[in-house]
């Protein structure tokens, strides 16, 4: 019954900033919100950001190998980093036992 409260308590907590941040439109005339929403710069004025998936929001080819980065290598350490904890977990779960 605990844990099933936890989750249930983290999973609220989890779900309540993303709600929070699914309004993005702010009224006219209200300056204090407009503040903080993402603007973009144009000709004609502040725009407001393309939103993910949407047109004008992609990136061209080019662009995503630029931000790939480390490629295969990130995965790597991180499955390796995974594998080196588990096996510091159990090589110290088996001294405790002896």
Do not use: H
Not at 12 to 29: E, I, M, R
Not at 48 to 68: S, V
Not at 84 to 93: D, F, M, Q, S, T
């Amino acid at each position: 019954m605990t844990r099933a409260l936890t989750a249930l308590v983290a999973l609220t907590l989890l779900v309540l900033p993303c709600a929070a941040s699914a309004q993005t439109n702010a009224p006219p005339g209200n300056s204090a919100i407009d503040e903080y929403l993402e603007t973009v710069p144009g000709a004609t004025g502040n725009q407001t950001a393309a939103k993910p998936g949407t047109a004008g929001a992609t990136l061209t080819a080019a662009e995503r190998a630029r931000l790939g980065g480390m490629g295969v290598l990130l995965p790597a350490i991180l499955i390796a980093t995974l594998l080196g904890v588990i096996a510091l977990l159990l090589a110290r779960r088996r001294s405790a036992g002896r």
